[in-house]
């Protein structure tokens, strides 16, 4: 079965930089487009940023663009979040998403597989 374990997140102060992980596995990597979403209580988990199954197209909410970039690395079946100049409001719990279907340009926002999210903390 498809396992998505993320891991990078924690604590760091506004300004700071994070690098998150999602190591996959249980069926061909290279074939699905990947995501990252995050959610805070209480309000709705949102998109953070996609890339295709091949890594040559991205796409990244506003809140975020040109702070985070996302990337994979298809023989080690692993996707990550770089996350730069990290704001407050950027806390939350964030979640790796796979999409159900292959080769696609990016995962839709419920019908993907999903890791069990890694809290990341921004502190003023």
């Known amino acids: 079965q498809v396992q998505l374990v993320e891991s990078g997140g924690g604590l760091v102060q506004a300004g700071g930089s994070l690098r998150l992980s999602c190591a996959a596995s249980?069926?061909?990597?290279?074939?699905?487009?990947m995501g990252w979403f995050r959610q805070t209580p209480g309000r709705e988990r949102e998109l953070v940023g996609t890339i295709n199954w091949t890594g040559g197209s991205t796409y990244y909410a506003d809140s975020v663009k040109g702070r985070f970039t996302i990337s994979r690395d298809n023989p080690k079946n692993t996707v990550y979040l770089q996350m730069n100049s990290l704001k407050p409001e950027d806390t939350a719990v964030y979640y790796c998403?796979?999409?159900?279907?292959?080769?696609?340009?990016?995962?839709?926002?419920?019908?993907?597989?999903w890791g069990q999210g890694t809290q990341v903390t921004v502190s003023p």
């Open positions: 998403a796979q999409d159900r279907t292959p080769y696609t340009v990016a995962p839709g926002p419920n019908d993907n597989y």
């Open positions: 249980g069926r061909t990597f290279s074939r699905y487009a």
